[in-house]
């Protein structure tokens, strides 16, 4: 991959020079997973960062037997740098929802870029930040009703990696039991909002393509930000 579009690829590069983003590929490996592939494992946090490429995966907690989904992550994005900066042990594992396409840099060469690249530093603590606020965002919203919940889930998702098109805004096709999580809903509640969205003709689903389309996004926006 050339530096060019991996700093198009990745926001978090947006302001790094051209050396950083050509001695990060030099050094970065190349991994491809299939749909339903462990592509992080809970004993594997610490040791490198992951950079989405393309692709969709989904990170889990697991409390016991039952994993529970803290975050839906698609192309652009990265995982793995909170438990390089704290050296922490993590309870969580990810998970490809479709095929997907990362390259991951060790925990050493990446905290050296860091220390080299003020500009990725700052870029870095801009986005650290920006996940705060949304997690903020969505304990704010515990007490909102399911619908305005998933609706807000499903705009977040696609306004931060969906695809436009003619009709709407495609996403993966996330499984329900991970957007109830998400969105923290009961499983019964987001089944029953899908079918009526699917229903009303706000969202449409391909699951041969693995696609999930918002048809009606201002609509759906309309929900998100509904306060009654």
Partial sequence: ???????????????????????LLSVAEEHEYPPGRAVLMEDSWGNAVYFLVSGWVKVRRLIGDDPITLAVLGPGDFFGEMAILDESPRSTDVLALSDVTLLSVSAQRFIQTMFKDAQLHHRMLQLMVRRLRQTNL????????????????????????????????????????????????????????????????????DPNKNIMELVSFKQLSQLADHTG
Avoid: C
């Fill in 138 to 205: 969505r304990f704010q919203m515990r007490n909102r009703p399911a619908a305005v919940k998933l609706a807000s889930t499903l705009v977040g998702l696609a306004d931060s990696y969906g695809k436009k098109n003619g009709r709407g805004v495609h996403i993966v096709n996330i499984p329900t039991k991970d957007l109830a999580d998400v969105a923290d809903i009961k499983l019964e509640e987001a089944s029953k909002l899908i079918d009526k969205l699917t229903s009303k003709g706000w969202l449409a689903i």
């Fill in 1 to 23: 991959m050339q530096s060019e579009a991996f700093g198009e690829i990745f926001p978090l590069f947006n302001a790094s020079n051209p050396e950083t983003l050509e001695w």
